[in-house]
């Protein structure tokens, strides 16, 4: 690929990125339609090392995978940092 080429194409995705970023944190924005943001970020940015730096590109599906994992980190972290109900004992 042409380095002009290359520089258009990464300016692309930077300015891609940045949008997405505004988007998540715009007002009213549903938590669904930010989780798919988020994902989409972190394809952007996996597309920028795949066009600068292709030897340490992922596939899309290690991506992905790597993605999931921490996403299940995450929410364990959240239901162990979440406070437990106290029991009544007039129940």
């Known amino acids: ?3 002009k080429e290359q520089r258009q194409q990464l300016e692309n995705l930077t300015r891609a990125e940045q949008c997405l970023r505004a988007n998540m944190h715009a007002h009213g924005v549903d938590d669904n339609a930010r989780a798919h943001m988020e994902r989409a970020v972190a394809h952007v940015r996996e597309a920028y090392v795949a066009i600068s730096e292709a030897e340490r590109a992922r596939t899309v599906q290690e ?13 364990k972290l959240h239901r162990k940092s979440a406070p437990v109900a106290a029991k009544s ?3």
Request: aromatic fraction near 0%; include cysteine.
């Open 1 to 3: 690929m042409a380095l």
């Open 63 to 75: 991506l992905v995978a790597e993605l999931v994992k921490v996403e299940c980190l995450v929410e």
């Open 89 to 91: 004992i007039h129940a």
